[in-house]
């Protein structure tokens, strides 16, 4: 089984991929994670792909396909996978396709975890952090004991840039720039599936087994 995560940044999706990963019993790919093991280990695509972000480059798509493919060769990738932060865009999208094509292959489900913005951005800006100790805190689920003040050492807690409204809103608008198009990818494939990501992860979670069965 091959699975595809969709989601904005905060929508929980790396959280559901972990999850399908451990019932199905099939790695979590995180491309993220490839690129780190391959620079790692100095391949010959680790370092390809070093000297671009070296660079302060993007790394080509074709580069970026050719590390995941290497990845999902591996024995363990023989039941399928989940592809978590893969692909970002359609060009990312059709070379992959192309390439699972000529292996005799293709991707069963593109899974998008949807979560309107108004309730990402209300679960991010709720976040609060302490800068001297690193504890992190949300004003709904998890306040510190006393309001402002970090339990562990006292010090006041404040909104991480990251975190506020407007920084938010403005990396939903560059998610959905990028994404509405693979929706309509794999909407057009026939194996776009949307769940309902407002639900509680444990809800969320039992939709998708339904649908993947
Ligand atoms: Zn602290």
């Not at 904005?8 to 929980?12: F, S």
């Not at 932060?85 to 865009?89: E, K, Q, V």
């Given at each position: 089984m091959k699975i595809i995560m969709l989601g904005?940044?905060?929508?929980?999706k790396g959280t559901q991929a972990k999850m399908i990963a451990d019932k199905y019993k099939i790695p979590h790919i995180s491309t993220g994670d490839i690129f780190r093991a391959n620079m790692k280990n100095g391949t010959e695509l680790g370092l390809k792909a070093k000297e671009y972000m070296d660079k302060g480059l993007l790394v080509p798509d074709e580069l970026t396909v050719e590390i995941l493919l290497d990845r999902v060769a591996?024995?363990?990738?023989k039941d399928g996978y989940v592809l978590d932060?893969?692909?970002?865009?359609i060009p990312q999208a059709d070379v992959l396709d192309k390439e699972l094509t000529k292996l005799g292959d293709k991707v069963d489900f593109a899974i998008n975890v949807d979560v309107p913005d108004e309730n990402i951005v209300r679960r991010m800006s709720g976040r609060r952090a302490?800068?001297?100790?690193?504890a992190t805190y949300h004003?709904?689920?998890?306040?510190?004991?006393?309001?402002?003040?970090?339990?562990?050492?006292g010090s006041e807690l404040v909104q991480r840039e990251d975190d506020k409204p407007e920084t938010v809103q403005n990396r939903l608008s560059v998610y959905h720039e990028q994404t509405q198009p693979l929706i309509d990818y794999y909407t057009n494939k026939q194996i776009l599936k949307t769940v309902?990501?407002?639900?509680?992860m444990q809800e969320v979670f039992n939709d998708i087994v339904s649908i993947l069965g």
């Open positions: 904005a940044p905060g929508a929980g591996q024995d363990d990738c932060g893969f692909p970002r865009t302490c800068l001297k100790c690193g004003i709904e689920h998890i306040p510190p004991k006393k309001e402002g003040i970090c339990d562990n050492c309902d990501g407002t639900k509680d």
